[in-house]
């Protein structure tokens, strides 16, 4: 692909990557979600945030919410790690990638 060889900005490759379809990949959503959390950036983080760690789970499981606010005490559903995120911010250099989740929930 043309646009991951050229040396663009974050954002630019996230769409290039959106457009073609593709899963973004954990570097990028890494580095998007370093942005300030009221930029466009930020949100597209969480998106593929929120994407990577539901990736391939039941519609009903819920994670530890790495947010500021919860500091991983709370088992939430995609939809509440999402709200969670984009008003709270992510834990600075959250490192857990591995997504635990309850398997009673």
Known sequence: ?????????????????????????????KLLLGY???STRYIAGVEGFVEFAFEDKAENT??????HKCV?????SRDEIYEHLVCNGILENYEDWDFNSDPSV
């Open 1 to 29: 692909m043309r646009f991951l060889a050229l040396n663009l900005q974050p954002l630019f490759i996230y769409t290039a990557i959106a457009f073609y379809d593709f899963t973004m990949d954990l570097k990028i959503i």
């Open 36 to 38: 300030p959390k009221d």
């Open 62 to 67: 819920k994670i530890y919410c790495p947010c």
């Open 72 to 76: 991983h005490t709370s088992l939430l």
